[in-house]
């Protein structure tokens, strides 16, 4: 139990173009979701959490307008970057808290995402 | 952009031998803990959590130790194997009310035979 899926797993898009990745929990409901980036060979970073049917709500640094964020079901979470920059090209994971302030969040396979 | 990659401390240990990854953490209203497994191109894996009352718990072939004092968690891992080699990563709960997890920088293990 406690699957996240995340689709697509890779894609490259070239620069100015929007890409939306998504994110689902297969077997559960979950009313949180959270975003992350990767670099190679560093931590993950918390870019924003997820709520469903309420805004999102981003860490410092992140900017709303370019990584925008829609949970409209229990099972869904999409991020969705927009006029993408070779900067941009990053390992995004998504995770899912599995009950309500439980702690407990399971994270999807990640998506390589590449600008050219 | 991207910063440049930084490098992740490393662990060698020999197929068979236990191997103790080390973590300092941040904050010290933090009241829930968890090690991640990850390996290259996949997300990360739980592998056991620890609440803040507790200051030792174990797994199957893992044990996880909290010592509150010093903001120090570690993770020790019995008869370390080579499908144990990736990153391992800590991450804590920002405490009551807050579900964000902050991780830690990570620790690379390499199992050797």
């Known amino acids: 139990g406690a699957v996240v899926s995340q689709h697509p797993s890779r894609v490259i898009c070239k620069s100015g173009t929007s890409v939306k990745i998504e994110c689902r929990s297969l077997d559960f409901q979950a009313t949180t979701m959270f975003w992350y980036r990767q670099f190679p060979k560093q931590s993950l970073m918390l870019m924003a959490t997820s709520n469903e049917g309420s805004k999102a709500t981003y860490e410092q640094g992140v900017e709303k307008d370019k990584f925008l964020i829609n949970h409209a079901s229990l099972t869904l979470s999409t991020l969705t970057v927009t006029s993408a920059h070779p900067e941009d090209s990053s390992f995004y994971i998504c995770?899912?808290?599995?009950?309500?302030?439980?702690?407990?969040?399971?994270f999807g396979p990640g998506t390589r995402l590449t600008v050219t | 952009g991207e910063s440049v990659g930084l490098h992740l401390p490393t662990l060698s240990v020999q197929e068979g031998d236990n191997s103790i990854i080390n973590c300092a953490y941040s904050?010290?209203?933090?009241?829930?803990f968890i090690w991640y497994k990850q390996e290259s191109g996949k997300g990360p894996q739980f592998i056991i959590d620890i609440r803040s009352n507790m200051d030792k718990r174990q797994g199957q072939r893992v044990t996880v130790l909290l010592n509150k004092t010093v903001k120090h968690l570690s993770l020790q891992i019995a008869a370390t194997q080579p499908g144990d080699s990736a990153v391992y990563f800590c991450a804590e709960n920002t405490g009551p009310g807050g579900d964000k997890l902050i991780f830690g920088t990570g620790t690379r293990l390499q199992v050797f035979p």
């Open positions: 995770s899912a808290e599995l009950g309500t302030g439980g702690y407990e969040q399971y």
């Open positions: 904050n010290s209203a933090s009241d829930y």
